[in-house]
């Protein structure tokens, strides 16, 4: 069953009226369930964490297409991942369906200082605050998946979103991310923002297997890219072992 941010993808090729090849991309053959080259392919490692918590993906008009687009990577690893295009103009009503859904309690994942301060929190309540009987609705992170111009003009123009909190993140680890360089360092990747808000959540094992999931990609995207073969037993891979290891030994 194809994921949000895939079915996404293929709804937004359906409408493109040339191929879309991305600038630096490969322009080869290429797996639907990775969007790598066939020899590259790491469908086999793909690992998926029961959580809590879920993701709401709104992604700019291209973002689905770029072969670096790493929300794909959140949504192989969360279940509760939903995905919607997002335009000025027209709103799904489906994402209105969900932000109202009395199941989820969303958060707006957005720098503080550019919303009004009474919105902005810096923490949500942990899983393990909900399991003595109480009623807490489970976290729906909502994450521009978008480059960070594209991200203010969202967060600006969504006035469905007004009425929710901002969930303002202060990162302490420094990017590892190496596909896009944008040049600031307080910028994350999409999978970084979402691991981030894992941790918040308590959820450290999807943190964990985000982080090295994300290192897995990069390792077999950057050596596709370089037409090396991909390290199997290199330090990602070991690493995503390792946390995979450690969630079977806590279940
Ligand atoms: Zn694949």
């Not at 689905?64 to 009503?93: C, H, I, Q, S, Y």
């Not at 200082?113 to 909900?130: G, I, K, N, W």
Request: some cysteine; proline content about 7%; aromatic content about 8%.
């Amino acid at each position: 069953m194809p994921h949000a941010v895939s079915l996404l993808r293929a709804a937004r090729l359906a409408r493109s009226t040339k191929p879309f090849l991305a600038r630096g991309g490969f322009k080869r053959e290429r797996c639907a369930g990775c969007r790598l080259v066939p020899s590259h392919c790491m469908c086999a490692v793909r690992p998926s964490v029961p959580t809590r918590a879920g993701v709401c993906l709104l992604m700019a008009d291209i973002e689905p297409l770029k072969p670096t687009n790493t929300g794909w990577l959140v949504a192989d690893v969360v279940a509760d991942t939903f995905a919607f295009g997002w335009a000025r103009t027209e709103t799904d009503p489906a994402l209105l369906a969900l932000l109202s859904d009395p199941q989820w309690q969303p958060y707006v994942v957005f720098p503080g200082q550019y919303a009004a301060p009474e919105r902005v929190v810096m923490s949500v309540p942990a899983s393990s605050d909900a399991a003595g009987g109480d009623v807490a609705r489970r976290p729906l992170f909502i994450l521009f998946d978008a480059t960070w111009a594209e991200a203010r003009k969202m967060f600006r123009r969504s006035p469905y979103l007004d009425r929710l909190p901002v969930l303002s993140l202060q990162p302490e680890q420094v990017t590892q991310y190496r596909l896009r360089n944008s040049g600031r360092d307080d910028h994350f990747c999409t999978s970084e923002v979402a691991a981030m808000c894992m941790s918040l959540a308590g959820e450290q094992a999807v943190e964990q297997t985000l982080e090295a999931y994300l290192a897995v990609f990069t390792h077999h995207y950057l050596r596709a890219k370089n037409q090396q073969p991909v390290a199997w037993d290199g330090a990602a891979h070991q690493r995503l072992r390792e946390v995979s290891a450690l969630r079977e030994q806590v279940a």
